[in-house]
């Protein structure tokens, strides 16, 4: 069994910045890509950012592009997302989940592991 914790959410102001960590233990996959989501209140769960195997390829929500980077580590089976620049519109619950692929895939179908969540909230 895999598992995932995230780390890293909490309270900021608009225009300020979070990095979240999500680390996979227990029976990982041998080659794995990972990704975010995230689900606010009364909405449905939405991708967010994600980042292949190698690291080499990365791919963006719409609504985040040029303010969050997903990047990862593969010694320490952990993938990290800087937020930057803020908005209440941000505010959420935001998972990490693996997907048994080399390639950065988008939709929540694809992933087979998912992290309990942390919350974001950004205050205006």
């Known amino acids: 069994q895999v598992q995932l914790v995230e780390s890293g959410g909490g309270l900021v102001q608009a225009g300020g910045s979070l990095r979240l960590s999500c680390a996979a233990s227990?029976?990982?996959?041998?080659?794995?890509?990972m990704g975010w989501f995230r689900q606010a209140p009364g909405r449905e769960r939405e991708f967010v950012a994600a980042?292949?195997?190698?690291?080499?390829?990365?791919r963006y929500a719409d609504s985040v592009k040029g303010r969050f980077t997903i990047s990862r580590d593969n010694t320490k089976n952990t993938e990290y997302l800087q937020m930057n620049s803020l908005k209440p519109e941000d505010t959420a619950i935001y998972y990490c989940?693996?997907?048994?692929?080399?390639?950065?895939?988008?939709?929540?179908?694809?992933?087979?592991?998912w992290g309990q969540g942390t919350q974001v909230t950004v205050s205006s």
């Open positions: 989940a693996i997907a048994n692929t080399l390639v950065a895939v988008t939709h929540f179908s694809e992933y087979d592991y």
């Open positions: 227990g029976r990982t996959l041998r080659t794995y890509a």
């Open positions: 980042i292949s195997w190698s690291g080499g390829s990365t």
